[in-house]
């Protein structure tokens, strides 16, 4: 997930839309990092220096 948040290309979004839902805790979480990197929002109290 990290990898493709430091893409910051959009198209990525659909690629890990699947795993917000993951049954892994941490699974969800780093998605939603990755999913901050590429729309350039900041995640709540995590930030991945890409």
């Known amino acids: 997930m990290y ?3 430091a893409t910051h290309d959009s198209q990525a ?3 890990i839309e699947p795993f917000l839902n993951h049954p892994d805790s941490d699974v969800p979480e780093e998605t939603g ?3 901050a990197e590429i729309t350039g929002c ?3 109290a995590r930030n991945h220096n890409s």
């Open 13 to 15: 979004g659909p690629l």
């Open 3 to 5: 990898i493709l948040g």
């Open 33 to 35: 990092v990755a999913a």
């Open 42 to 44: 900041t995640p709540g």
